[in-house]
């Protein structure tokens, strides 16, 4: 189980890092017009981001305090549920930096994702005996 969500992990990391990669590899070589940016809610997308920001570190709070007492399948989908936040995180603030946001925005994302994943970390599998 240890070594699955260790996968789990990494290829949720993975998809995030990418995406935000090409996110600024694309606003790089094709930057937005002032035209397009105007038309765009970026102000209130970005007020979603912090909320969304603190929503996910608070469900990563809560997860983390009942993670002891739980049996190890609850456990590791709790862990998912917690990763999923901060990858929700991550992935919406590179969307806002690909469609017009600052590069802030995109920063804010991959932080609260790290966050997430520090405060959420795979349990080390228990030592063999003998």
Not at 22 to 30: E, F, I, K, P, T
Not at 69 to 74: E, I, S, T
Request: glycine fraction near 8%; charged fraction near 10%.
């Amino acid at each position: 189980m240890y070594r699955q969500l260790f996968i789990i992990r990494i290829a949720l990391l993975t998809g995030v890092v990418s995406f935000a990669a090409l996110s600024a590899y694309q606003r790089a070589r094709v930057p937005v017009s002032p035209e397009a940016a105007a038309m765009l809610p970026l102000q209130t997308m970005r007020y979603a981001l912090w909320a969304l920001a603190v929503v996910a570190v608070l469900v990563a709070l809560f997860l983390r305090s009942r993670l002891p007492g739980v049996p190890a399948p609850a456990r590791a989908s709790m862990l998912i549920i917690g990763w999923a936040f901060g990858e929700g995180v991550a992935l919406f603030g590179a969307v806002q930096h690909y469609i017009g946001g600052p590069i802030a925005t995109m920063a804010l994302g991959l932080l609260t994702f790290v966050v997430v994943l520090v405060l959420l970390p795979v349990p080390r599998a228990p030592a063999k005996a003998g």
